[in-house]
């Protein structure tokens, strides 16, 4: 007994299922993508933040170990002194590195 399956009441329905699963890997990554953003939305400002404070607790650091090294303490007017020469050099590195990325350099 051989059925024909052109002939059938769900040979319809054939093409639609399988248009609607060879969409399904896009649907699910396209979901990914909005889920990311909206985490990156809704924590991206706390996260920035939290970098920028760690950044400049790390420099902190580095300029009191770098002045004491050279015979700086801290509270002294030579170590205020010294911070504002490493603040200097830190300013001259950076604007460097933006004309080496701009292709200046």
């Known amino acids: 007994m051989k059925t024909d399956v052109s002939s059938s009441a769900n040979s319809a329905d054939l093409p639609r299922l399988q248009s609607f699963t060879s969409r399904i890997s896009g649907i699910v990554f396209a979901l990914g993508v909005s889920a990311c953003a ?8 706390v996260l920035w933040s939290g970098a920028e404070l760690r950044k400049a607790e790390q420099v902190k650091q580095e300029n009191r170990l770098f002045c004491e090294r050279l015979g700086m303490p ?4 030579t170590f205020a002194t010294c911070i504002g020469v490493l603040s200097d050099v830190r300013k001259s590195h950076g604007e460097r590195l933006a004309a080496e990325a701009a292709g200046v350099f």
């Open 74 to 77: 801290p509270g002294g007017e």
């Open 38 to 45: 909206v985490f990156a939305a809704a924590n991206g400002p």
